[in-house]
């Protein structure tokens, strides 16, 4: 069950509130976002969620019995807009396009995908600085020096920055130069992580886990919004199974049942997804047919130089078509 408080609640009120839950035997949590205050109550007990509804200070109330419940469509019918500033929005009905390296390695290939994504009309750029790397001995990033770096020019050409953050310790230093969070599929269940993240006021892209369920990726969701983020965004970027024609199994049918069962917005990896470069493209376009929000794909000048992921990069060529092909896709999902 969740409780929208009213902004201007007397203390004297909520006390009232909380004394009824308790009644009724639900254990109550308290959450406080952004913008708004609730509370998550958890029980079984049935009964007519109006003699709390209609007491003084409560603005909205809903019986969510997922395990994830702020997230939810249960609770909030309209979907989440995460607006990005300076006319740049994720929203439904739109397709966020957001690509780039999977590392950034220099000032001149940083340089050189601002244009590419500026010649594209595309706004977010992606890049890792700390990078998750299955050897020790693999390129790790060029850490926050190389965010600055990357945030300069980025912000001289009106580019957003998304890019992965590994560690809580990471993110006050981070905070000034990114746009949006991410949090790596390895990363998908480090709840220190969500917690801490749930704190600041910047949107958090969450990766499904290798091995994560639809349901693990939606209550590591719920992690960061009841911290208080109402920022997040949910990406499908492949499972591990038993396929090994791929580097990953990309899931086409979370698009859809997460759409459905969260108002978060949805966005679609086909590149660690498939990881396999001549198949970017239509993996990218099959994501936006079932409903993606956005679409996040590697593009480096040339990928056979790439300092991580090359195999599973475009160049600048196809990444050009591939964005015309998905507006294209786009052109017919909204007709
Ligand atoms: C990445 O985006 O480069 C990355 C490491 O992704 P994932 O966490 O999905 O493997
Ligand atoms: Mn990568």
Redesign the pocket.
């Known amino acids: 069950m969740i409780i929208q408080l009213e902004s201007k609640i007397t203390e004297q009120a909520k006390a009232k509130l909380l004394e009824k839950i308790k009644e009724t035997g639900y254990k109550t949590s308290e959450v406080r976002t952004q913008f708004r205050s609730y509370l998550v109550a958890t029980g079984s007990k049935e009964f007519d969620i109006r003699s709390i509804g209609n007491l003084p200070g409560v603005a909205d109330i809903h019986r969510v019995s997922d395990p994830y419940k702020l997230v939810s469509r249960k609770w909030k019918v309209e979907d989440t807009v995460i607006d990005l500033g300076d006319g740049v929005v994720i929203r439904r009905g739109d397709l966020a396009m957001m690509a780039g390296p999977?590392?950034i390695e220099s000032e001149e290939q940083v340089l050189k995908t601002i244009n590419h994504l500026k010649d594209n009309g595309l706004s977010i750029m992606?890049g890792?600085v700390y990078?998750?790397r299955s050897s020790p001995y693999s390129f790790r990033g060029l850490g926050i020096d190389g965010l600055k770096m990357w945030h300069d020019l980025a912000q001289e050409n009106g580019i957003k920055i998304i890019t992965?953050v590994m560690h809580t310790e990471q993110i006050e230093e981070m905070y000034p130069y990114v746009d949006i969070f991410?949090v790596?599929?390895?990363?998908a269940q480090n709840f220190n992580l969500l917690d801490a993240l749930g704190q600041v006021d910047k949107p958090v892209m969450l990766?499904r886990g290798m091995s994560g369920t639809i349901e693990e990726l939606l209550q590591a969701a719920e992690y960061v919004f009841s911290n208080g983020n109402e920022k997040i965004l949910l990406?499908e970027?492949?499972i591990r199974t038993y396929e090994t024609a791929s580097r990953n199994t990309f899931d086409i049918n979370a698009i859809p049942i997460l759409k459905d069962k969260s108002h978060l917005p949805v966005i679609a990896?086909p590149?660690?997804g498939i990881g396999i470069r001549s198949y970017v493209e239509p993996v990218a376009l099959a994501a936006v047919m079932a409903g993606a929000d956005g679409v996040?794909v590697?593009v480096h000048e040339t990928p056979e130089r790439a300092a991580?992921?090359g195999q599973q990069t475009l160049d600048f060529e196809e990444a050009g078509r591939l964005y015309g092909k998905m507006r294209g896709v786009m052109k017919i999902r909204n007709s």
């Open positions: 999977c590392s992606r890792g990078k998750p992965e991410q790596g599929a390895r990363n990766k990406c970027r492949g990896d590149s660690h996040i590697e991580s992921d």
